[in-house]
């Protein structure tokens, strides 16, 4: 029976497309007793990855002469293949990516300071530098990657990802697309919250999408970041009614907090490993106590509910008629 990934060492690697790369890395994971449980690979817009959940119980050199040959075959290879066995994760560090909207760095501080949040986070990671007074006042630091009109160095941004060790990046309302060369290094180890009940209005200005279709019931979404824009496995999502002739900011002043409160469960279920994807779809670990998670809307919504009537109507006919046959032979 393979074992749970969160027991094994994942191997990333990314870089340009080349023939060669699997067969090179996995022969090199053979020849030191690792032993390969699942291999997942693409290749987006030119830049290739491939992600390997390994069993490193028997093999036959250290963590450190592993991490050190599979670095020199990286550069041999002119590819960057990274190396995350299960006590690299016993204490986890999260880099926050924000860009001018404070409501979720704000709940991610709040939860941290009250010691809720599971993780420490190292650092803050803006576009602009509109939020360096809120890190500053948790005492954490802050870098601004941005140019003037906003446009992020996202080379930047991996040597700081690197620098701080994250283990999870979490963005906070960061308002720009990450590449496909950031996304690879940390698959499925990303998380956005977006507002909207995604798959409907992904994008920007979700929000005032909801207003213009007419939508009585908007919401939020956190879902792990791919290189589709917002499409990826949704974890945790919110709902709310929308009012009558409401404005873009009536939804925010709505929605925001539920933003809030949708990536910090997220966050939770990704730190603690109670979360998993299966072909796009996350499930929760069986032995989750799913009484103390709110994946989408509250358990009262459902008692609310009604249940009938459903598809079936032959059968309740020829029940009806089945009374009416042993009424009559009554009379």
């Not at 290739?48 to 990286?74: A, P, Y």
């Not at 499930?283 to 008692?303: K, M, N, S």
């Amino acid at each position: 029976m393979t074992r749970a990934k969160h027991k094994l060492t994942e191997v990333t690697v990314v870089g340009e497309d080349d023939t060669g790369l699997i067969a090179n890395v996995t022969t090199l994971l053979f020849e030191r007793g690792v032993n390969i449980e699942d291999l997942d690979q693409a290749v987006r817009e030119g830049v290739f990855r491939m992600t390997m959940h390994v069993d490193t119980d028997g093999m036959v050199c250290t963590e450190e002469k592993l991490r050190e040959d599979l670095n020199d075959l990286g550069d041999e290879l002119g590819v960057d293949i990274q190396v995350r066995f299960p006590a690299d994760r016993e204490t986890q560090s999260i880099a926050v990516l924000v860009t001018k909207e404070s409501h979720c760095l704000e709940a991610l501080f709040e939860a941290w300071a009250n010691g809720d949040l599971g993780a420490d986070i190292g650092v803050v990671i803006g576009n602009h530098s509109d939020l360096q007074p809120l890190a500053a006042k948790y005492d954490v630091p802050f870098h601004d990657i941005g140019d003037e009109k906003g446009n992020p160095d996202e080379e930047q941004l991996l040597d700081l990802l690197s620098e701080y060790d994250a283990d999870l990046v979490v963005l906070a309302r960061y308002m720009r697309i990450l590449s496909p060369d950031v996304v690879f290094r940390y698959e499925s180890r990303i998380i956005n919250v977006h507002p909207s009940l995604l798959p409907a209005f992904p994008g920007a200005s979700a929000y005032m999408q909801a207003i213009e279709e007419g939508v009585r019931i908007a919401g939020v979404t956190a879902h792990y970041v791919t290189t589709d824009l917002d499409q990826g496995p949704i974890i945790t999502q919110r709902s709310f009614n929308v009012p009558d002739d409401a404005a873009e900011e009536d939804l925010q002043r709505i929605g925001q907090p539920l933003e809030a409160d949708a990536l910090l469960e997220a966050i939770d279920l990704h730190l603690n490993d109670a979360v998993s994807v299966h072909r796009g779809r996350t499930r929760l670990r069986d032995d989750l106590d799913t009484d103390e998670v709110q994946l989408g809307a509250p358990d009262a919504l459902d008692e609310e509910n009604p249940d009938r009537p459903i598809d079936g109507l032959g059968e309740i006919v020829a029940d009806r008629d089945g009374d009416s046959e042993s009424e009559t032979e009554a009379d």
